[in-house]
Nanobody, 124 residues
Framework: VQLQASGGGLVQAGGSLRLSCVAS????????MGWFRQAPGKEREFVSS????????YYTDSVKGRFTISRDNAKNTVYLQINSLKPEDTAVYYC??????????????????WGQGTQVTVSS
């Protein structure tokens, strides 16, 4: 499975972005897709996950109400809509895929495949 993330950029605080992650290769109809982010000097942290078949989602507390994860099964694509961006959201955002249907999928070790990351920079 190959993952290609895109959609990052430089935005002002309060702005919005939509990140995309396209899966190709030997994809699977079930499992979990996740978004993580890593700011300079910090560890990679969980942002959100979605069950590929059921569509159930989970968010870390700091993004609830501002971020929305969704998927388009026909396009093998997962989206992360980011609204009300804050400077502390600045990070490289990574998408990840697991063949297993995790309830939360908060831990990076749960995922077998990773995209290359897309930079999100929020100016104050």
């Amino acid at each position: 499975v190959q993952l290609q993330a895109s959609g990052g950029g430089l935005v002002q605080a309060g702005g919005s972005l939509r990140l995309s992650c396209v899966a190709s290769g030997r994809t699977f109809s079930s499992g979990t897709m996740g978004w993580f982010r890593q700011a300079p000097g910090k560890e990679r942290e969980f942002v959100s996950s979605i069950n590929w078949s059921a569509g159930s989602s989970y968010y870390t507390d700091s993004v609830k109400g501002r971020f929305t994860i969704s998927r388009d099964n026909a396009k093998n694509t997962v989206y992360l809509q980011i609204n009300s961006l804050k400077p502390e959201d600045t990070a490289v955002y990574y998408c990840a895929a697991s063949r297993y249907a995790w309830i939360r999928g908060e831990t990076p070790d749960l995922y077998e495949h990773w995209g290359q990351g897309t930079q999100v920079t929020v100016s104050s």
